[in-house]
T-cell receptor, first 112, second 114 residues
Framework: GNSVTQMEGPVTLSEEAFLTINCTYT??????LFWYVQYPGEGLQLLLK?????DKGSNKGFEATYRKETTSFHLEKGSVQVSDSAVYFC???????????FGGGTRLMVKP | NAGVTQTPKFRVLKTGQSMTLLCAQD?????MYWYRQDPGMGLRLIHY???????AKGEVPDGYNVSRLKKQNFLLGLESAAPSQTSVYFC?????????????FGPGTRLTVT
């Protein structure tokens, strides 16, 4: 079956530090990959996505590249801000299916 | 355009009580989902619907029932609440179409069962 594995948090960084949150997946076929963000007290919001190998998704300074050879979709940001403090979820959609499989989430805390 | 809304926002139940969570979307989406979120476990799919009048089981359906009588509404019922159902519940919806696929989430309902 499908599965998504994320690094466990919390990840604590100082403002302007470089961020990497690792995500690897197991799936059959050619999944689409997503990063969702959950700010405190809110629902999940789509942050970025990639639909095929070597695609790079980007939004709000965050980037992730779909690496089929390593089955990974690591999230990166060059300079984090306090406002980036949230929980980040990696997810996959298998082929043309209509369900998402989520990782366990990684809490990011950014200190001023 | 309110997107996906959920009621109530918070609820405390005693073991054995029943309740219904309401999800509404105004985006004319065909697909709707109910998830539960527990610490360290991400989101787990309870039930979903691919259209009005249809429902299907997800990963963790036991103890829950759902109904989709109207396209815009998806109800999640707990007939006899148990402490193991203490969680945050999220509803989501999507058109389910192609590369523009995106699930839109509601703000969540925090349920405590004592």
């Amino acid at each position: 079956g499908n599965s998504v594995t994320q690094m466990e948090g919390p990840v604590t960084l100082s403002e302007e530090a470089f961020l990497t949150i690792n995500c690897t997946y197991t799936a059959t076929g050619y999944p689409s990959l997503f990063w969702y963000v959950q700010y405190p007290g809110e629902g999940l919001q789509l942050l970025l996505k990639a639909t095929k190998a070597d695609d790079k998704g980007s939004n709000k300074g965050f980037e992730a590249t779909y690496r089929k050879e390593t089955t990974s979709f690591h999230l990166e940001k060059g300079s984090v801000q306090v406002s980036d403090s949230a929980v980040y979820f990696c997810a996959l959609r298998n082929n043309a299916g209509n369900m998402l499989t989520f990782g366990g989430g990684t809490r990011l805390m950014v200190k001023p | 355009n309110a997107g996906v809304t959920q009621t109530p926002k918070f609820r405390v139940l005693k073991t054995g009580q029943s309740m219904t969570l309401l999800c509404a979307q105004d985006m004319n989406h065909e697909y709707m989902y109910w998830y539960r979120q527990d610490p360290g476990m991400g989101l787990r799919l309870i039930h979903y619907s691919v259209g009005e009048g249809t429902t299907a089981k997800g990963e963790v359906p036991d103890g829950y029932n759902v109904s989709r009588l109207k396209k815009q509404n998806f109800l999640l019922g707990l007939e006899s609440a148990a402490p193991s159902q203490t969680s945050v519940y999220f509803c989501a919806s999507t058109t389910g179409l192609g590369d523009s696929y995106e699930q839109y989430f509601g703000p969540g309902t925090r349920l405590t069962v004592t």
